[in-house]
């Protein structure tokens, strides 16, 4: 709901560097980063996967430009021994 009302966020493009223990997202509006402990669980459907970072928070990876290294670095940080994550 809140990006249908906020064109901010519309057409809004995102490079998104995966590191060891965090990743960055840099975009027009600036960066953020974020440690892979912060994310509270992973869903994935059949277009994206998506890093809950809290109850209305997520973000969003779509399937289409992940290679098959990626996306089981994703995975991968979903059950990594020193996160909070959990699948849903």
Do not use: W
């Not at 960055?24 to 600036?30: M, P, Q, T, V």
């Not at 994310?39 to 992940?66: H, P, Q, S, W």
């Amino acid at each position: 709901m809140f990006y249908r009302k906020n064109p901010l966020y519309h057409d809004l493009k995102q490079r998104i560097c995966f590191y060891d223990n965090y990743l960055e997202i840099f975009s027009k509006r600036g960066k953020i980063t974020h440690e892979y402990t912060e994310f509270r669980g992973l869903l994935e459907d059949r277009k994206g996967l998506y890093l809950i970072l809290g109850r209305n928070t997520a973000l969003a990876i779509d399937k289409k430009v992940c290679d098959d290294e990626l996306y089981q670095f994703i995975r991968s940080v979903a059950v990594h021994p020193f996160s909070r994550l959990k699948r849903f």
